[in-house]
């Protein structure tokens, strides 16, 4: 059975809890996490769900896998459904849950090696993550969601549920990994979506360098 963390959920959004990080003190207290999260979202202008602290708790669990990954899921919605369909402006989870990789997991814990931009990732991962957790954006995963692919992945990535995601993963990554290169890009006056391309794309470049593949148009 995976081991689980439960996190409290507080809405305090205290500016010194991620401007008095240091490059070298990534953290894996996921208070710390929790709360950088919604401080990266508050700066990126992602609006964060109002009802979040009618939610049960959140819990860390693990999967086993070679890849840095985690995953976002909840085993219900509420309130459930209405006349008009779910009601996403008003939802809260039930058993909200958040795995993690056993490689991941054990990266940011310190109980594997790996290079440093890789263990930034591994923590902007569940930053990407917790974004999905906290964001008023719903999109659901029925017809109309983009699965992404090597064809298709800037369409899947260009959907509004996930590119605020993405975005707040890189803001993350480049704040450990580059922070001059991020308040470049923050300080550039061009519309979000193009500000996004931006971000993701250093992101990608520093991770890597010789895959043009997945960067965005």
Not at 36 to 48: A, E, F, P, R, W
Request: overall charge positive; hydrophobic content about 40%; glycine content about 4%.
């Amino acid at each position: 059975m995976a081991a689980k963390i439960s996190l409290v959920i507080s809405l305090l959004i205290p500016s010194f809890v991620f401007s008095q990080l240091k490059p070298k003190s990534l953290s894996n207290d996921t208070f710390i996490l929790k709360n950088q999260t919604l401080y990266i979202m508050k700066k990126l202008g992602i609006g964060v769900r109002k009802n979040i602290n009618k939610d049960d708790a959140l819990f860390f669990g693990t999967y086993n896998s070679r890849f840095i990954s985690c995953v976002y899921g909840q085993d219900a919605i509420a309130p459930y459904y209405r006349s008009k369909g779910l009601d996403t402006n008003e939802r809260w989870y039930i058993k909200p849950i958040i795995n993690l990789s056993s490689t991941l997991d054990s990266i940011i814990r310190n109980k594997k090696d790996t290079t440093h931009l890789f263990y930034i990732d591994a923590f902007s991962s569940v930053i990407h993550e917790l974004t999905h957790y906290y964001q008023n954006t719903y999109t659901g995963f029925d017809s109309t969601y983009i699965k992404g692919t090597l064809e298709n992945f800037q369409e899947h990535v260009e959907q509004p549920v996930e590119l605020e995601a993405y975005e707040a993963e890189a803001y993350y990554f480049l704040f450990f990994a580059d922070k001059k290169a991020l308040k470049k890009i923050m300080e550039l006056k061009i519309p979000k979506k193009e500000r996004f391309k931006i971000l993701y794309n250093s992101q990608h470049k520093l991770l890597y360098p010789n895959d043009s593949i997945l960067m965005l148009k």
